[in-house]
């Protein structure tokens, strides 16, 4: 079975320095997409970024990059020159075709950005 | 482009009544998904339809829960009779691919009492 962990169930970063999320997940399926979902408060959830597996380059959305470890089955999120605006709840989340495409979500690490 | 329209966005509903949910897609995306996100956890997918065919209901409650997309556009999800544990966030998605990127709706905030 597949599973996704998140381990870090709050974090907080003063505006304009880096943090990083953390994100393990378990399958034994050799194609895949792993996901960042961005859920601010009380707005709708939204793609940040997304990493295919069989890629080795590791995926950039300007402020926004990942360090994917295929072999360690990690996925963690770097967010550079946090801003106000990045405080919302992250969620990894991992997808493969088994028959049909199965998706699953971590259960999410509330990011807070502070001035 | 509008994005993926859900409603009610609250709906509070006591125990073995029933209750609706109405979701309207991104116009043109095939794949359509309804999530259940109870506090504190990430999202869990209940159904997957594409266009109007279920590819993926593994994780439905059958036994109270129903889905359907007609015409494959709008969809509805239904719990008959609701429990307590229901209470959760409502998620539907939409997306041009079933491997590409889900956009989200508001979602719809159950509680059951």
């Known amino acids: 079975a597949q599973t996704v962990t998140q381990s870090q169930p709050e974090m907080s970063v003063q505006e304009a320095e880096t943090v990083t999320l953390s994100c393990t997940y378990d399958t034994s399926e050799n194609n895949y997409y792993l996901f960042w979902y961005k859920q601010p408060p009380s707005r709708q959830m939204i793609l940040v970024i997304r990493q295919e597996a069989y890629k080795q380059q590791n995926a950039t959305e300007n402020r926004f990059s990942v360090n994917f470890q295929k072999a360690a089955k990690s996925f963690s999120l770097k967010i550079s020159d946090s801003q106000l605006g990045d405080t919302a709840m992250y969620f990894c989340a991992f997808m493969t075709y088994l028959g049909t495409y199965k998706y699953i979500f971590g259960t999410g690490t509330r990011l807070k950005v502070l001035a | 482009e509008a994005g993926v329209a859900q409603s009610p966005r609250y709906k509070i509903i006591e125990k073995r009544q029933s209750v609706a949910f109405w979701c309207n897609p991104i116009s043109g995306h095939a794949t359509l998904y309804w999530y259940q996100q109870i506090l504190g956890q990430g999202p869990k997918l209940l159904i997957q339809f594409q266009n109007n065919g279920v590819v993926d209901d593994s994780q439905l409650p059958k036994d109270r829960f129903s889905a359907e997309r007609l015409k494959g556009v709008d969809s509805t999800l239904k719990i008959q009779p609701a429990k307590l544990e229901d209470s959760a966030v409502y998620l539907c998605?939409?997306?041009?691919?079933?491997?590409?990127?889900?956009?989200f709706g508001p979602g719809t905030r159950l509680t059951v009492t």
């Open positions: 998605a939409s997306s041009l691919r079933r491997e590409g990127e889900q956009y």
